[in-house]
C-alpha cells in the first residue's frame, strides 16, 4: 500500500469516527417534576442561607440543615443527576455550582432591595414556616415562594408547549 493510499484511508476511517460519533445538538435542558421540585427546594435553601447571614439567624439556619439533613442530600444528589444528565459529567457539576451561586446572589440582591426590618421579619416568618412544616410539606412550601423559579430552568411541559408544532397536512 502507498503511503498516500495509507493516508487517505486512515483519513476516511477518522471522518467515519467523528461522523458516527456526533452527536445531535441537545435540545434545551428542561427539568420533569422531580428535577423541578429539586431545584424550588434549592431556591429555598439559599434564600434561607441569605436571610441566616443578612439577619443573624445562623441558628434557624442550623436548625433547618440539621432537622432535614437526609432530605435535603437527597435532594441534593437529585440535582446533581439532573444536571450530569442536561450537561454531561465534564459541565454538569460547574453548571450546578455556578446556578447554586447565582441563587445566593439573586437572594442576596432581593435582600438589600428591601429595608433590612422588612426582610427580616419574612425571613423570620419563613424560617417559622419550614421549621415547623413535615418534610413532605417543603416541596409545597419552596413551590409557592415567589422566588421558587429563580433557578432558570423551564419545565419540561412548558419547553414542549414552546416548540413549534407541525403543520397539519392539507388534504
Known amino acids: 500500500m502507498t503511503k498516500r493510499v495509507l493516508t487517505l484511508s486512515l483519513c476516511a476511517a477518522l471522518m467515519g469516527s467523528v461522523l458516527t460519533s456526533a452527536q445531535p445538538a441537545k435540545a434545551e435542558a428542561c427539568a420533569d417534576r ?3 421540585r429539586a431545584l424550588e427546594l434549592r431556591v429555598l ?13 445562623r441558628q434557624s439556619y442550623n436548625a433547618f440543615v440539621t432537622t ?34 447565582r441563587l445566593a446572589n ?5 435582600s438589600l ?24 410539606d417543603l416541596f409545597q412550601l419552596a413551590h409557592t ?13 412548558e419547553v414542549a408547549d414552546a416548540e413549534p408544532q407541525p403543520e397539519p ?3
Open 169 to 171: 397536512e392539507k388534504n
Open 68 to 101: 432535614f439533613k437526609p432530605f435535603l442530600k437527597d435532594q441534593g444528589a437529585q440535582l446533581r443527576t439532573f444536571f450530569v444528565e442536561q450537561y454531561g459529567l465534564a459541565a454538569g457539576p460547574d453548571r450546578l455550582n455556578r446556578m447554586v451561586t
Open 45 to 57: 435553601q439559599s434564600e434561607l442561607m441569605v436571610a441566616a447571614l443578612t439577619c443573624g439567624q
Open 113 to 136: 432591595i428591601q429595608s433590612n426590618q422588612v426582610f427580616c421579619e419574612q425571613a423570620k416568618s419563613r424560617f417559622e414556616a419550614v421549621l415547623s412544616a413535615p418534610t413532605q
Open 34 to 36: 422531580d428535577a423541578r
Open 106 to 110: 439573586t437572594a442576596s440582591q432581593r
Open 145 to 157: 415562594s415567589p422566588s421558587a423559579s429563580d433557578h432558570g430552568i423551564r419545565s419540561c411541559v
